[in-house]
């Protein structure tokens, strides 16, 4: 079975700092990858998805995530914090058979530090 | 386009009562995906339907099912409600076919009293 797993159930950075949220899948054969926020009291948006079309994935608000098979790892980074992303990232997974089902990682909490 | 829209938005039911949620998707899209989210288990995936079948099912006991009708909209209901059935409960909906993308709406906030 597939699953995400996510390093640090909270992260602090400083605005303006490198923002990096980890992410490793478990699958033998890799799956599609995505990285979703959830703003409080709201659903899930999509920043980005990997579909091994290409390892490096640009997303919205300024994010992208890299696939390496070699480390089993599609880690999301932003260059440049920004308080408005103060929120909750969860790293998810879809078996490549698309069987419309979403495996979440345990989700990652992000403070911005002014 | 209007989004995933979940009602109602918050509830408040009592431990042994059943509750119906209600998902109306994207136009256009016709599958439909339930998730479970809590604190100590996370987002955990309940059903999808599709073309008013359900096509996958997470692990849930039978007091959580769903269905779908014709115009794609979709209700989940949870019968003899217990405790640990407090949640946020979201719906997704998408194309359906393989690796769309899938939408989520604000969510159906259930407390068991």
């Known amino acids: 079975a597939q699953s995400v797993t996510q390093l640090g159930s909270h992260v602090s950075v400083s605005e303006g700092a490198l923002v990096l949220l980890r992410c490793n899948y478990s699958s033998s054969v890799p799956p599609y990858l995505f990285w979703y926020v959830q703003y409080p009291n709201q659903g899930l948006q999509l920043l980005l998805k990997y579909t091994s079309a290409a390892t490096l994935v640009k997303g919205i608000n300024g994010f992208e995530a890299e696939f390496k098979k070699s480390e089993t790892s599609f880690h999301l980074t932003k260059p440049s914090a920004h308080m408005s992303d103060a929120a909750e990232y969860f790293c998810a997974s879809e078996s490549n058979f698309g069987n419309e089902k979403l495996t979440f990682g345990t989700g990652t909490r992000l403070t911005i530090i002014p | 386009k209007a989004g995933v829209t979940q009602t109602p938005r918050y509830l408040i039911k009592t431990r042994g009562q059943q509750v119906t949620l209600s998902c109306s998707p994207i136009s256009g899209h016709r599958s439909v995906s339930w998730y479970q989210q809590t604190p100590g288990q996370g987002l955990q995936f309940l059903f999808e339907?599709?073309?008013?079948?359900?096509?996958n099912k997470g692990n849930f006991p039978g007091r959580f099912s769903g269905r779908q009708f014709s115009n794609s909209r979709s209700e989940m209901n949870v019968s003899t409600l217990e405790l640990g059935d407090s949640a946020l409960y979201l719906c997704?909906?998408?194309?359906?076919?393989?690796?769309?993308?899938?939408?989520f709406g604000q969510g159906t906030r259930l407390t068991v009293v």
């Open positions: 339907y599709f073309s008013e079948t359900q096509r």
């Open positions: 997704a909906s998408s194309l359906g076919d393989s690796l769309t993308e899938a939408f």
